[in-house]
Nanobody, 117 residues
Framework: QVQLVESGGDLVQPGGSLTLTCTSS????????MYWYRQTPGTQREEIAS???????KYEDSVKGRFIISRDNPKGTMYLQMNNLYPNDTARYYC???????????WGKGTLVAVSS
């Protein structure tokens, strides 16, 4: 079954760090541009970082300098290292894979990150 599964969400104190993992199954991972999104209740899902198959990266301004997106193509895995977390980073974090050329995106079901003292 083609799928993406996020893991690593947790409760962390402000200023703390956390690393999220997105693990793929049954896709040629290197053929996908990968994304991290996040969403809080009542809001639209927001793209926060992306990484191409050759590891070119982009970040949304609010996470630039604090979050690092990376990928391991042979392992079919993507990561989001989150540093200096703020309470407003609290959200459900999702990974998305977009195939090169044509095709539909693949979404994971998300992992919850809560930043609170």
């Amino acid at each position: 079954q083609v799928q993406l599964v996020e893991s690593g969400g947790d409760l962390v104190q402000p200023g703390g760090s956390l690393t999220l993992t997105c693990t793929s199954s049954r896709i040629i991972f290197s053929h996908y541009t990968m994304y991290w999104y996040r969403q809080t209740p009542g809001t639209q899902r927001e793209e926060i970082a992306s990484i191409t198959s050759s590891s070119n990266t982009k970040y949304e301004d609010s996470v630039k300098g604090r979050f690092i997106i990376s990928r391991d193509n042979p392992k079919g895995t993507m990561y989001l290292q989150m540093n200096n977390l703020y309470p407003n980073d609290t959200a459900r974090y999702y990974c998305k894979g977009m195939p090169l050329g044509t095709g539909l995106p693949i979404w994971g079901k998300g992992t919850l990150v809560a930043v609170s003292s």
